[in-house]
């Protein structure tokens, strides 16, 4: 599993920040984000050694994937997605929704 580990080296911040900025889906879904993440941490593996590294706990958390997503995308509007601007429009709509 040294593999593994030597791509967890680099930062997650660094990794998120490059997924997002060569390919543009996964500024709109978590898990395109993390399969990107998990990819580039498992090159090399077989199938069931990237199933072990999952179960053990060896590739990066999905949840700290996603948090490092979610402050990116707030410090770069650039790496935002095309959902958030949707989000923004229906938000309004849906606080009087919820109001009533």
């Excluded at 601007?85 to 009087?96: A, L, N, T, V």
């Amino acid at each position: 599993m040294g593999s593994v580990k030597n791509h967890l080296t680099r930062k997650l911040k660094d990794r998120v920040e490059d997924c997002l900025k060569i390919i543009p889906r996964t500024r709109n879904s978590d898990r395109f984000l993390i399969a990107c993440i998990w990819d580039s941490e498992s090159i090399g593996l077989t199938r069931m050694e990237f199933l072990e590294a999952l179960i053990e706990g060896d590739l990066s958390n999905p949840e700290s994937i996603r948090r490092q997503r979610q402050l990116l995308q707030k410090e770069h509007p650039e790496l935002r997605g095309t959902n958030q601007s949707h989000r923004k429009s229906d938000e309004q709509e849906i606080r009087e929704m919820v109001r009533a």
